[in-house]
């Protein structure tokens, strides 16, 4: 034995692949990575890859296809009836929701304006002022989509202060 040669190992050079036509010589890649024996390539082999499996294929690709066109309906039909689920709730409930919302907005921005209409605001210089008064805040400090009768009077009376 070599030294360096773990027991039970075959001394270099030795082995049932060292046949021409199979991999490299001795070592961890010494077994045979083409032929029968590897089980792949021609050959019947035990282990050989190319059994006639061409019918098993046909059979599972024509299962296969039956199950990917019945589950596409499925999922087309549960699509379809979440999605009419979802559109009924938004018609039903957020839908009216918002529009109350927003007619409580108008409301709000008409009595706002009712009683202030000299308060302007200027898109440009972002600035909300009185008209003929020297002060500015800027348009920052108010949320205008969300803007109240009290929060405006607090906006009058600080534009107001000399």
Same mark, same amino acid.
């Given at each position: ?6 027991p039970g ?10 046949? @021409? ?6 070592? @961890? ?90 308060l302007r ?39 107001r202060q000399?």
């Open positions: 034995m070599m030294s360096g040669q773990a190992n075959p001394m270099p050079g030795a082995g049932p692949y060292q046949q @021409p036509g199979y991999g490299p010589g001795p070592g @961890p890649y010494a077994q045979p990575w083409y032929g029968p024996e590897s089980g792949y390539g021609s050959g019947q082999g035990p282990n050989s890859v190319w059994r006639d499996t061409r019918r098993e294929a046909d059979a599972d690709s024509v299962e296969q296809a039956v199950a990917n066109v019945v589950m596409g309906a499925a999922a087309r039909f549960i699509g379809r009836a979440i999605k009419n689920k979802v559109q009924k709730v938004a018609e039903e409930r957020i839908v009216p929701t918002l529009n109350a919302r927003a007619e409580q907005q108008r409301q709000e921005m008409t009595a706002i304006a009712e009683r202030y209409p000299e605001a200027c898109l440009r210089d972002q600035v909300i002022f009185l008209a003929g008064g020297p002060r500015t805040l800027p348009l920052s400090q108010v949320n205008m989509s969300q803007v109240t009768l009290a929060q405006a009077d607090a906006i009058v009376a600080q534009l000399p």
